[in-house]
Structures are given as structure tokens and as C-alpha cells.
């Protein structure tokens, strides 16, 4: 059975430890009354299939991305289609690592599309479709980290 308790710790755990190794970045949890939305939004997503389907979503600023996607490069500048290749690269292997921890605790089978990037825009999903949510305090920026319309189908 998912456990609401267990993929907040599997969100949290995979956000950190990506972030630390990919992205150079040590993250911490932020309290939501701390983010505010970003000048230059981007929000970069993946929906799953399979057993499982869900919507993971990250929202930050630019600035953030463009930290993220510099790191990556060991410090060499980023041009705007850096940001887009690398910070897709980061989110790919962060979602690669969410979804093998709930394959692996939830014995399910899932799979995840290729991450796709929007500009100028944060999701403004309806409450009711929001089963995790968590501010992230990157250093440079806060991202929100959401997933939603979790469905089991092997319930």
C-alpha cells in the first residue's frame, strides 16, 4: 500500500541527494510562507505510467536553474540552452531516482516520460490534486516540489 508519510521521505531524501551529487548544491526544506513566485518562472515536469501515475513538478526561477546548470558545468558560464539541457538532465535523474525508490518499497512497475521544460509559467494545479508538496531552499532560490494525481493501479 503507498504511504503518503513514505514517498514525502523517498521526495525529500531524492531532492537532497540529487542536489548534493548533480547539482553541487545542498539543499534544505523551507517553510511554504518562504517561497514566492518567481520573476522568471520555469517549471519542468514528468508524468509516470505503469502502476503507478503521477505528475512530479519542480517550479523555480531561472537564477535557480541557471546555478543548478553552471555547477553542472564546473563553473563555466550557461548560456539559455544550457539551462534547458542541463537543469532537464538534473530533473531526469532526480525523477529516475524517485520513481526506482517507489518501485522499489511499493514492488510496482513504473515508468516516466522525458522531462519537458515551460517558461514563464509556474502550475497552478487545483488543491485537490496536490498530494505532495515541499519548498526547497537551494541557496540562490526556492524550487516547489509537487506531485500529483497520484493512481495506483494495482488497487
Known amino acids: 500500500m503507498l504511504s503518503s508519510s513514505k514517498i514525502t521521505n523517498i521526495m525529500d531524501a531524492s531532492v537532497k541527494d540529487i542536489s548534493k ?22 517549471t519542468l515536469f514528468v508524468t509516470t505510467s505503469g502502476d503507478l501515475q503521477l505528475t512530479l513538478s519542480l517550479c523555480t526561477d531561472k537564477s535557480v536553474l541557471k546555478t543548478i546548470t553552471e555547477n553542472m558545468k564546473r563553473g563555466q558560464d550557461a548560456s539559455d540552452e544550457d539551462i534547458l539541457i542541463y537543469t532537464s538532465e538534473y530533473f531526469n535523474i532526480l525523477c529516475g531516482h524517485i520513481v526506482s525508490s517507489i518501485n522499489r518499497n511499493f514492488l510496482l512497475k513504473t515508468d516516466f516520460s522525458v522531462p519537458q521544460v515551460v517558461e514563464g509559467i509556474c502550475f497552478r494545479p487545483k488543491e485537490d490534486e496536490i498530494h505532495h508538496q515541499r519548498f526547497y531552499n537551494y541557496n540562490c532560490g526556492t524550487v516547489k516540489f509537487e506531485t500529483l494525481n497520484i493512481e495506483n493501479k494495482n488497487n
Not at 551529487?21 to 520555469?42: G, L, N
Open 21 to 42: 551529487r548533480v547539482a553541487k548544491i545542498d539543499v534544505s526544506v523551507e517553510a511554504e510562507d518562504m517561497y514566492h513566485e518567481p520573476s522568471t518562472p520555469y
